[in-house]
């Protein structure tokens, strides 16, 4: 029986994507609690499990000594994500749970007839939703490795006079309150102590499995649209001892043979001298290493010298948050690299530094506040190129949040959130859609051009960034997603079966 269980997962991949990756925060907050001497189980993946089926896992785990389950909304759809399967056909995404509302219901009611466990809800998506289910005893606003040891132990004492931050919140549409903790207000660890002991048993990692690993946290920048913790972080801060890294992985390697990991980092290149000291360790290792994570342009372009880093570092995916190719639009999100600056350097990474040995893939956003119709229309032929110096590309709607009616007590804001009307934003009365009146925009449109350009851009895309790890994951080799596009990957191997294998491979870490 576990003192703490988390359930995460939530991630909809439809058959013909991967769907093998595991996030870092569960594990991250487990470790913590198992140093704290609390015993841990981490159920994943479970929106490949049926309702019966978690039910099955949980009962092996839930018993009078369970004092909390936890769920991890990070990688939970939301309403008007915008998704696609292969055939560019758009899917239903789902609001709070993995699932139907009413089967997560019956998971929550399973749990409270076979243990007297709080429910809680954290994760990145938890702030949207505080206070909008009775079922919920407890919400987790923001990192939660520094809150989940003192409020374990409160909950085990049940004494909360301790807490730093302990807040009733009325729940919607009733008398009856949840509490929240908002863990913003509790100091950062320090890094030196940040471990994820992803060779711990009780984690059930498979072998060979890629998984997360974090070298540092927060971001220099302040991007207008971010609404991430510690922006604006000064350089050389929040870093992890490169060497520990190196040992964690080692470790990793010698309990289940991985080798490969998504970086977690908000920014992984935001410092040269942090690239070079994780080059140097890196360069240690017994075994060679593949690495994938979220990196900005513009530093390679002012530090030619982190093109080389990079690569020698042993990354094979990088994901560019490249935005937009709208001048005025990019000043105004506090991108100082200019457009056609941003396409030169993309065609010197693709075509003549990298040159295959690492996939380039890129998001950009519509609906920022100089865009338009035309503009629309010319970035689609760009990216539309033979040549067009990305591997993957995404576009994705401009996200912003109606604080009249927001029902979150505390969170992290964008600055066109906070100020929206500066940018020339507006919410029609109550309503989470944003207009752009003065360029004649609306979040419902941008979000239609948006699922429209994906499906275009589809064919030419190969896997990249993030993807790259989990791809190889389920058996495809880094040599074929250099070469491939996504589909003709799917010519090449049966991905669905590539996922079920993985999917019956954990079944069997489960024990069912």
């Known amino acids: 029986m576990a003192n703490c269980i988390i359930l995460t997962g939530g991630m909809f991949n439809h058959d013909v994507w991967s769907k093998a990756q595991r996030s870092v925060g569960p594990y991250r907050v487990a470790t913590e609690l198992e140093d704290a001497g609390y015993s841990t189980f981490v159920f994943d993946y479970i929106i490949n499990f049926s309702t019966e089926e978690i039910k099955q896992v949980l009962k092996k785990h839930l018993g009078p000594d369970t004092l909390w389950v936890g769920f991890s909304s990070t990688f939970y759809d939301y309403p008007d994500k915008g998704k696609t399967n292969g055939n560019g056909d758009i899917l239903k995404v789902k609001e709070m749970w993995w699932t139907e509302d009413e089967e997560a219901e019956k998971i929550i009611q399973f749990i409270k007839d076979n243990s007297s466990a709080k429910i809680i809800y954290a994760g990145t998506k938890s702030e949207f939703f505080v206070g909008a289910n009775k079922s919920i005893d407890l919400y987790l606003i923001g990192l939660s490795d520094t809150t989940v040891v003192p409020l374990t132990t409160a909950i085990k004492n049940n004494d909360y006079s301790s807490l730093i931050h302990y807040e009733k919140y009325k729940n919607d549409d009733d008398d009856s309150y949840c509490h929240f903790i908002d863990c913003k207000l509790y100091p950062e660890p320090a890094m030196d102590k940040v471990r ?231 919410f029609p009365k109550e309503d989470v859609r944003w207009r752009l009146p003065c360029q004649d925009l609306s979040y419902t449109l941008v979000n239609e051009i948006a699922k429209q350009f994906n499906i275009l851009r589809m064919p030419k895309n190969k896997v990249a960034g993030f993807e790259m790890q989990k791809y190889a994951n389920i058996g495809i080799s880094i040599e074929d997603l250099h070469k491939y596009t996504m589909e003709e990957l799917r010519q090449k191997y049966n991905i669905p079966e590539l996922n079920n294998k993985f999917m019956r491979k954990y079944r069997e870490k489960l024990g069912i």
């Not at 035309?374 to 040549?387: A, G, S």
């Open 196 to 426: 994820t002991k992803f060779w711990l048993p009780q984690f059930n990692m498979l072998p060979g499995e890629a998984t997360s690993i974090e070298f540092a946290r927060g971001c220099i920048f302040k991007c207008k649209f971010c609404t991430y913790p510690l922006l604006g972080k000064k350089k050389g801060t929040y870093l992890r001892d490169a060497m520990e890294i190196r040992d964690d992985m080692i470790r990793n390697y010698e309990s289940y043979g991985t080798t490969s990991y998504f970086i977690t980092d908000d920014t992984v290149n935001d410092d040269t001298d942090k690239l070079r000291a994780l080059r140097d360790a890196f360069a240690t290792l017994p075994f060679k290493i593949n690495l994938s994570g979220f990196f900005r342009l513009d530093l390679v372009n002012r530090y030619p010298e982190q093109a080389d880093i990079i690569l020698d570092m042993g990354v094979n995916g990088v994901f560019f948050g490249i935005e937009t190719f709208q001048p005025n639009s990019a000043k105004s999100i506090g991108k100082g690299l200019h457009p056609q600056k941003v396409l030169k350097a993309l065609h010197w990474l693709h075509d003549d530094k990298w040159k295959g040995r690492i996939n380039i893939g890129g998001g950009i956003i519509l609906g920022l506040p100089h865009d338009t119709m035309e503009y629309f229309d010319e970035l689609i032929e760009l990216v539309m190129q033979p040549d067009f110096p990305m591997d993957h590309v995404q576009f994705y709607p401009l996200h912003l949040s109606n604080l009249v009616g927001d029902r979150r007590p505390g969170g992290y804001l964008s600055e066109f959130t906070l100020h929206p009307e500066i940018y020339g934003y507006e």
